[in-house]
């Protein structure tokens, strides 16, 4: 007897789950699977396989975004399957565009195993049940479902972070980014190319856009919530610091005649880092992750230091005065040591809210499902909010334990997972039978793009 | 009409030296010449065919020095030439021990081209000079003479710095040494046999040893001197730091929940920075050089940096004092920001005189040579101290404009290049006609070996 287990199961999902975080997984249970890296290929292509063989197409488009698309509505009904201009290559004869759920598998650098990843396992699963639902209800929705795994969405590796999505919103030019190089030179296209998905399908064309993904905050779990929905995301915005001194000799230098880059980087670090005790408790975080030094040897005074700092808030005008502050204390700094420090805003991200349709849609999901659920606002940039400034979309969040992540002890329970897929599947088969879609030109959601933003603010 | 050339006038000199210049030059008049790249290479190889078309014979050792042979002593005269036990494939059958002259031809990265390859380029045209007047006076020396090219005297890639002429010296152990690797993870013996200066020969056994190298400093351009003659070297001592904090996210993460270990080293950079405050003026110099934070990603707050911190003075017991203030202090740092700061001392090396009868040699040399000349300390390490450990040494600068080194903008001018040229020749033929050598045991210059100072060191 061939024994065939049912292949949308908690149990198979939770398997599923658990395989994708033994790739590239760390010594203390995280991952390392930055985008474009040996592991990210092997999750790409765990997930492709997967797809496949669970009857979906798998398209990836030139950024190296992966869709599996689901041709729910048959072709006829949306009119000619040989309408003239159709993609080339393209197997998507119907005209009906697709509700896309996911979010990334790439991890940051000794990452957690739940951020994005978690996301997308889940969209392929609730995608899997939805098509199962309307197989055996007999139901004809009214879009097509395709799950996606963004490229890059960590920026780790390739800055800026949210790219993948950002470039199929419109937000960021394609070449442009193709062009983007790591810290060793390699350019996205040549490390695309490198594992094989350097693609070339046209994507399918997005009507609305749900995802699910680990809180990676508290409050959550600190109030005893099954669901988060995110009404809006914070302000962020970017300083790229370059701080250029004069390279001499730690030995025979006199401490009179230098200019040590890294000494008046350390002064711009606490700065950043101390710009936020102007304001309330947690209403700004600031922060430097990258901070590289050359020629960084031993006995070399370093002649520059070039970081990028992290500025985000609810509220703009927050970031912006804390900027404001910061570039004040940092030409300070630099007439101080003599030195010069270039200092340029990028990577702004304005505040977006979600449309509250989409709110109340996840809303009602979590009711019929008999779990709790808090309105809240995202302070990390995700997928969603680039997604957001093209279709309507629905961002839900499942709790982080401690609130910890970008490291691996980040935790998520297995129920609090399965809870996150029953409600994703059931905001899904909503939005497929055209839900949300009819919002799409209202003004809640059509914000600025990132230029418009860029631009606003004063330099 | 076949018309030579002088090979050792000044001329050839400055050709030679400013064709070494050109082999990885910099935009800015510098060169990038660090351990064992392709422009390490190409300078050796460099070396190597000006001494074989000049009549030395060329070997190189273990740990990849290299050395420019001449045997001025007949081996008759020193004993048989079938001495048993004679070192295989060596041309060495004198038991004549050698005057070692030269420096190092590595530099830092985007160094000045003055620094070291200055040393080894008038070590060049100083033996060709001496073996010239012997010949013409018919003279029979003392000892034979040889000029070498350190390895890795700069420390850039691979650390510590002064490596072969401490491995040579007995104060480093060679397979210790080659297991070392670089940032990149290469060693020193995979970096040595990938540009073929994996040597196998014996290398000569030195009975005297004398640098010219630039001051780096601005005491004789100040004064107007033309030469400096070392009468010791700074007290100096490298501190490792590895401050350990917690990586998460740097958008999703309160700032109460953070363990920010980029903020915590800024602090540490200052502390090392501001402790030459609690001293006279100059009597410490204090750097960071080395800082490598991880991840390194523009969101993700660092988890850890890495630092190197260099203290230097010419008195001892103020580079411990300071030391113990650092402890003090990065304890102290480590505690306000719940993290762990890990603190080493490594690389200490003792302050040590060189012989004052190599102190008058010199100055009777430029005495006669109608030049003027100071006595001054060092605070930069040299090939000279090391060698100083083992043999009695001469160390002599030549003057610095504006005291800068270790950067693109070092220079000293051709004329000063060619006073210290004659200073050497007559202070190496001095040597090889046996001066020095009987110091050989005085107490003054036999100090304790860098093993017995790092243990004297209250850790």
């Known amino acids: ?67 599996a698309c689901l041709q729910l ?78 490229f890059n969405e960590e ?7 949210i790219m993948g999505s950002s470039v199929y919103a419109g937000l960021f030019d394609l ?58 995301s914070w302000y962020t915005q970017k300083l790229d610091i370059d701080v250029l001194g004069e390279q001499s000799h730690t030995g025979a230098t006199a401490m009179a005649d230098r200019h040590d880059a890294l000494v008046a980087a350390a002064k711009v670090v606490l700065a ?6 102007e304001f309330d408790d947690e209403a700004l975080v600031s922060s430097v992750g990258q901070h590289v030094v050359e020629p960084n040897s031993p006995i070399v005074v370093p002649r520059r230091v070039h970081m990028v700092a992290d500025l985000r808030s609810s509220d703009p005008a927050i970031v912006q005065t804390a900027r404001d502050s910061l570039r004040r204390q940092i030409a300070e700094i630099a007439r101080a040591h ?42 990390a940039g995700h997928d969603s909010v680039a997604m957001n400034h093209r279709v309507p979309a629905v961002m839900m969040f499942v709790p982080s334990v401690d609130g910890v992540s970008h490291c691996e002890r980040e935790f998520t329970t297995d129920e609090d997972m399965l809870r996150g897929v029953r409600v994703l599947t059931s905001v899904t088969g909503e939005l497929v039978r055209g839900q949300l879609a009819d919002v799409r030109d209202g003004e809640v959601w059509v914000g600025r793009s990132v230029a418009e933003a860029r631009s606003s603010v004063t330099v």
Request: aromatic share 6%; hydrophobic share 40%.
């Open 1 to 67: 007897m061939n024994h065939q287990a049912d292949p949308s199961s908690d149990s198979a999902f939770l398997t599923a789950f658990h395989h994708v975080a033994t790739i590239g997984a760390t010594d203390n249970n995280g991952v390392d699977r930055q985008a474009l890296t040996l592991e990210d290929k092997q999750t790409r292509d765990w997930m492709r396989t997967w797809a496949e063989s669970n009857g979906f197409e798998v398209r990836v488009d030139a950024i190296g975004n992966m869709f």
């Open 73 to 150: 509505v048959p072709a006829a009904s949306a009119g000619s399957a040989d309408v003239p201009g159709s993609p080339v290559g393209s197997a998507d004869t119907s005209a009906a565009p697709y509700v896309l759920i996911g979010s990334h598998l790439d991890s940051q650098p000794l990452g957690g195993r739940f951020d994005g990843a978690y996301g997308v396992i889940a969209a392929l699963f609730a995608a899997l049940r939805v098509k199962e639902e309307l197989a055996e209800s007999g139901q004809r929705p009214t879009f097509n479902l395709a799950v996606v795994n963004w």
């Open 155 to 161: 920026g780790g590796r390739f800055a800026p972070s």
């Open 175 to 232: 070449e442009e980014m193709l062009a983007v190089t790591d810290l060793a030179g390699t350019s996205v296209a040549e490390a695309l190319a490198a594992i094989d998905y350097d693609g070339t399908d046209t994507p399918p064309e997005a009507i609305t856009y749900a995802e699910i993904h680990i809180e990676q905050g508290r409050i959550l779990e600190r109030e005893a919530m099954d669901i988060g929905v995110v009404e809006s």
């Open 272 to 277: 950043v880092a101390e710009v936020v005790g």
């Open 338 to 379: 003599d030195i010069t420090i270039n200092v340029e805003d990028f990577d702004i991200r304005d505040k977006r809210h979600f449309p509250p349709e989409g709110v109340e849609l996840a809303e009602k999901a979590v009711a019929n499902e008999g779990l709790s659920i808090r309105r809240l606002e995202t302070m």
